[in-house]
């Protein structure tokens, strides 16, 4: 069954809902999970795509509560709109200064700072009196009304929150879909490397806060009309407890795993009650076991199911990637500025020195890269080299020495402003985005005027969908240019190891830098993986990008490099072509010794 045909029977079916369940109180239900189904939407643009834990939401579920019910409180329903939107906007606000604590807090520590947050605002809307009224609470809320059209009753409400929550989630959806969708999941499953790639992670995790916070404030104004009368001991712990639960349940990082959750636990409590005493431990261990066993979530197990159920079985080469590259035409992407081997200095560094306690990893290094030309860094583990790297893309600010890239300093600057400069790199360790495919990896890269901005993306404008059509040109160009395009939708983890090295080299290209430092891009290949490498990377030279290699293959150094650095422990001992670093004594001693010296000889014989 197709999308479009499921999405209607999924519509039908809701609009039918309050003819099929005749009881008023579960229409209360219902409409309940429809509030707390947003609430889960709102808690997952944290957790499930920018992988932010918040057990704070309960605090902006009650703020949202609290100002729509001040707003109204024994006056017209019509105030419900102007009560609405200005619940979500101040929800919002808080948000942001939520927000700025995960710029320096990640993982449980987060998720303290947000429990705290959450009983600050239990207790202040226990203690403010004069505003909150304490335990005694606000009463005589109305139902919301548009002209002379109120929605009394379950029945009617069931309507509003059920358009409120299909906003939320087109809104949502829309997100995911985006490059910021991409992005928050970039920065859910390798931050560092979200960042080297350009993504302003800082900016990202606080507006996912903001969206966060104004569809719970949203869920909190609903919650405020539907019972009429709202007090503290509603917007407690348990409320996020809860709301996490349905997350994870449904299915965490998904458009509608979240209100799977919501409507499972909204009914399973109301279904366990026969059990009487014991359905407090049914209920407490029926989630942990689906949290344990099924950390899908209900949707990723459907999904499972279905596969199983009715996907063919797919053939082996599709299963399995060929490790055999297309031959791209030499044209494969738009050309860049071309560079003059030996022209002037892309990236200079002058007295680097980079200490980790006691340990000198880098000891005044000097060392400049050219436009145009093919560097290689080289020497034993623990020389320095992948600091250096770490170092010149804005991973660790040396302690000491100046580095500059296009005659600009980038000491002390961010990975992503770096980036911003032409300055890319691949990592020693794979740092792919695990959860996207191969394109959504490559994309992730890629930038453009961003002129539609959030607006645009989330109201889905002419300019955010050209945007879109621009960014996978691009990432569609990079994969070409690697030979991987006919891999495009497959999951990077399915990949063999080579080609998710190669990912990562496509993903450097998109960004269209002038310089892009390679990281041991031989580990973990056979021969014939190691000579396909050598003409890419020879390609990348001939398409313009001057290139900064670090290596330990000596065959490939000596086939590419144009010149070479040599570092021992931390500091420079030679540089030149690789004919006279092959000969150095000085490198031979240090690095390559006699027996690997022989063999390059024998190489360069033939």
Known sequence: ?????????????????????????????????????????????????????????????????????????????????????????????????????ALRLKGHYLALATLGFGEIMRNLFFNWREVTHGMDGIGNIPPPSLGFFAFTGDTRFYYLGLLMLAVAMLLVHRLERSKYGRMLAAIRDAELAAGVVGVNVPRLKVTAFFIS???????????????SFISPDVFVFDVSAQVLSMVLIGGIGTTWGPVLGAVVLTFLPEMLRVSKSYYQLIYGAGIAAMIIFFPGGLLGMARACWRLLVAKKA?????????????????????????????????????????????????????????????????PNGSGKSTFINVASGIYTPTSGRIAFANESIVGRKPWLIA???LARTFQNLRLFQSLSVIENVLVGCRTSDAAGWFGVLASTAKAKSEGIELQRM????????????????????????????????????????????????????????????????????????????????????????????????RKIAEGDPSSIRDNPEVIEAYLGHSTRKRLLQHAAS
């Not at 916070?213 to 019972?227: F, I, K």
């Not at 299963?319 to 055999?324: G, K, P, V």
């Open 213 to 227: 916070a104004v569809l719970a404030g949203c869920a909190g104004s609903l919650y405020a009309h539907l019972t």
């Open 1 to 101: 069954m197709r999308r479009p045909a499921i999405l209607l029977l999924l519509f039908v079916i809701a609009l039918a809902v309050p003819l099929v369940v005749s009881s008023n109180y579960y229409l209360r239900l219902v409409n309940l999970a429809l509030i707390f189904g947003l609430l889960a939407v709102s808690l997952n643009v944290v957790l499930g795509y920018a992988g932010q834990l918040s057990l704070g939401h309960a605090g902006l579920f009650g703020i949202g509560a609290y100002v729509t019910a001040l707003m109204t409180a024994g006056h017209s329903g019509t105030l419900f709109w102007p009560a609405f939107v200005l619940s979500g906007l101040v929800t919002g606000a808080v948000g942001l200064l939520i927000g700025f604590p």
């Open 315 to 379: 053939p082996e080469d599709v299963l399995y990637a060929s490790t055999e590259p297309s031959t791209p035409p030499a044209d494969a992407m738009s050309p860049l500025p071309q560079s003059r081997t030996g022209s002037s200095a892309l990236l200079v560094a002058e007295g680097v020195t980079m200490r980790f306690g006691g340990l000198v990893a880098l000891k005044d290094l000097a060392l400049d890269v050219r436009e145009g030309e093919i560097h290689a860094l080289i020497g």
């Open 475 to 570: 990432a569609e160009e990079a994969l070409n240019f690697v030979g991987l395009a006919q891999f495009r939708d497959r999951p990077i983890r399915t990949l063999p190891h080579e080609q998710q090295r190669i990912v990562e080299v496509a993903r450097a290209i998109a960004m269209r830098p002038r310089l892009i430092m390679l990281d041991e891009p031989a580990a973990g290949m056979n021969p014939a993986e190691v000579d396909r490498l050598i003409e890419r990377i020879r390609r990348l030279r001939d398409a313009g990008m001057t290139i900064l290699l670090v290596e330990h293959n000596m065959p490939l150094v000596m086939k590419v490099a144009d010149r070479i650095t040599v570092l021992n422990h931390g």
């Open 420 to 422: 911003g400069l032409g």
